[in-house]
């Protein structure tokens, strides 16, 4: 069952499970959120943005085509914040960072930072808290590529715990999910008014992380 987070006449916020692709996939065989949710209230629902299938959390979407278009401007202009919670492997010391690292496709559905044909993107990071070999933090991605966040703790030598596709798959196996979730979005209505539709880790990420030395609390 899908989580309502937030809901008005234009938009609708829920909690995407790990696991789920948020559109059909090419063959076109297996479900999506927007084809659960689309069936769910029985009409069309537009998608603004997108998370990666082995991602939960917080995930926006249309209700009509007026509101398709001024979320993607939000987006657009980077007027929606992002706050994503994760695990990466080693010990960053650095309290607070930015990445700023060209990212383009390398195939196989991996991307990478190549400073002459990546496109411009950045993240900055945040240390919540240390264990041994691991570091909790957040994540505010401040432009918007694929696998942003996952490429560019990759490239500063702390691939993310649970990411297949970034860092040594021998070791990645090793934890049963990626875990990276989607915790909040801030941004503006069509009302004007400001809001941030938030969601906790599930039992799949809180769990993995008392394993790991963490606390389920994770103080966000």
Excluded at 13 to 33: F, H, M, Q, Y
Excluded at 174 to 199: D, G, K, W
């Amino acid at each position: 069952m899908i989580t309502v987070l937030f809901e008005n006449d234009d938009m609708l916020a829920v909690n995407k499970p790990e696991g789920l692709l948020c559109i059909p996939g090419r063959d076109g065989k297996e479900t999506s959120l927007v084809a659960q949710l689309s069936g769910l209230y029985g009409k069309k629902l537009y998608v603004v943005h997108r998370l990666d299938r082995e991602v939960s959390g917080v995930m926006l979407f249309a209700k009509h085509a007026d509101a398709h278009r001024y979320l993607n401007g939000l987006f657009e202009k980077r007027q929606i914040n992002k706050t994503y919670v994760l695990v990466a492997h080693g010990t960053i010391t650095e309290p607070v960072q930015i990445i700023e690292a060209p990212i383009r496709e390398f195939g196989s559905g991996r991307m990478g930072v190549d400073e002459k044909s990546g496109k411009p993107s950045t993240t900055r990071i945040a240390v919540i808290a240390q264990s041994s070999g691991y570091t909790l933090m957040k994540a505010y991605p401040l432009t918007g590529r694929r696998h942003q966040i996952r490429a560019h703790l990759y490239h500063i030598g702390h691939p993310i715990a649970g990411d297949l596709k970034y860092g040594d798959k021998a070791i990645q196996q090793a934890t049963p999910r990626l875990i990276l979730h989607a915790f909040s979005l801030s941004f503006v209505l069509l009302s004007n008014e400001s809001i941030t539709v938030t969601c906790q880790p599930p039992l799949s990420f809180t769990s993995v992380l008392e394993q790991m030395g963490f606390s389920a609390e994770i103080p966000l």
